[in-house]
């Protein structure tokens, strides 16, 4: 018993030095973005938060600093949101069929095709890049939000995963559909889909995160300040050379920058832990 209690106790000791690690910066962060930019540099810095919280804020959402030219960083997070669902929902609607397709379709060349679009999997965007840009660019998708989802929208990675799943569902399942008359498109959306809802939740909430933190592609096909995403703005904050850096909104940014992913995953927190470890369907 005595054992037991010591090992509980250092079980516990443990994962709360854990949590001190990750939530530490988070608090010296929040501290920061409530004080002005002389109170941040003047060392050391309290960590007891200040009151100018809501003017900080307000000034973050509304103009940003000057790295951003007066963008607020409400237009940002919009941006960096409408390019994270895109992302997200688009992944998941194509790689659905295709899997499906992969699995339950005898079609000519129909493992060439899976292996096609697996080896994709060895070609991340850093490598297309140029090639990717250029389509873009011919496409006059250049500072849109088509241009910042749609070249990143195909995904190997939930075509395998959707293909695993796909796999695990007995051939009892489909005759019985078959007998009753579904056709292949009436049991992609009453079977397939419905059964694959814990798997679409947990690689809804990976790749909506997934989206929400691109730089470099943004980067390059965004050139408006308009259609500027959080991320890219919150390097612009930061300034170079002799450029004074103010730190109290940079601060603010990066812990709004933090609530859209953080929202995500508490929503769909137990869906997504399902999604991640469910063996029986």
């Not at 608090?27 to 540099?41: E, G, K």
């Not at 060895?122 to 849109?144: C, F, H, Q």
């Not at 749609?150 to 959707?162: C, K, N, V």
Request: overall charge neutral.
């Amino acid at each position: 018993m005595v054992s037991a209690g010591r090992d509980a106790w250092i079980r516990h000791a443990v994962l709360l030095f854990g949590v001190a690690l990750i939530v530490f910066p988070i608090w010296v962060a929040f501290v920061a973005s409530t004080l002005t930019a002389p109170d941040i540099l003047d060392a050391p810095m309290t960590l007891v938060p200040g009151p100018h919280l809501l003017d900080n804020y307000h000034e973050a959402l509304a103009a940003g600093s000057a790295g951003t030219s007066g963008q607020g960083v409400g237009r940002m997070m919009l941006n960096s949101l409408v390019m994270a669902l895109a992302i997200a929902i688009g992944k998941i609607a194509i790689s659905l069929p295709s899997a499906y397709a992969v699995v339950f379709f005898r079609f000519p060349l129909r493992r060439l095709c899976f292996w096609a679009i697996f080896v994709t999997l060895m070609l991340p965007v850093e490598v297309r890049i140029i090639p990717t840009y250029k389509i873009t660019a011919d496409l006059g998708l250049i500072d849109s939000y088509a241009g910042l989802a749609l070249p990143l929208i195909a995904s190997a990675t939930a075509t395998l995963l959707f293909r695993q799943f796909f796999l695990t569902i007995p051939d009892e399942v489909v005759e019985a559909a078959k007998i009753d008359g579904a056709g292949p498109l009436r049991f992609f959306v009453h079977m397939a889909v419905p059964l694959s809802r814990t798997n679409i939740a947990a690689l809804f909430v990976i790749l909506f995160i997934y989206g929400w933190n691109q730089y470099l592609w943004p980067l390059l096909v965004t050139n408006s300040p308009s259609m500027t995403t959080i991320v890219i703005g919150l390097r612009q904050m930061i300034g170079n050379g002799d450029a004074q850096t103010q730190w109290h909104l940079v601060m603010a940014t990066a812990l709004l920058a933090l609530l859209p992913p953080i929202a995500v995953v508490l929503v769909m927190q137990r869906a997504f832990v399902r999604g991640l470890v469910e063996t029986e369907k």
